[in-house]
């Protein structure tokens, strides 16, 4: 986990606990959203990963009130203080960072699986 914040947060110029609590919002809506094989594979390749996400959800009741989908999780980064480009750029990184993890194909399996996603890819 060390390793993906660092990346995430020189490449997006953001904290490491923003990064941190990012990358468990993300692999969260993945979780959710995505092909529950492919991502539960990129989930066991990142130590702490599963934390992250338990920590990212355990506001539960502000992210009900959110919804779901790629909108909710956008609106949760932002309340984070980060802006579209940043988002943007946490995106690339991290599926980079699962292309290197889990390989390209499996990573874009993932990408092309999850509604929405691509655009970010």
Not at 9 to 31: H, N
Not at 88 to 111: H, N, P, T, W, Y
Request: aromatic share 4%; proline share 2%.
């Amino acid at each position: 986990m060390d390793e993906l914040v660092g990346r995430l947060a020189s490449k997006a110029g953001i904290d490491c606990a923003v990064a941190e609590k990012t990358i468990g919002i993300v692999l969260g809506f993945l979780r959710n959203e995505g092909p529950s094989d492919k991502v539960q594979a990129l989930i066991d390749q990142i130590p702490g990963a599963e934390a992250a996400i338990a920590a990212s959800s355990s506001n539960g009741s502000f992210a009900k009130l959110m919804g779901g989908g790629l909108m909710a999780v956008g609106t949760r980064l932002m309340a984070l203080g980060l802006g579209m480009s940043e988002i943007q750029s946490v995106a690339r990184e991290l599926f980079r960072f699962g292309r290197d993890k889990i390989g390209a194909d499996q990573m874009g399996e993932i990408i092309s699986g999850t509604p929405s996603l691509s655009q970010f890819a």
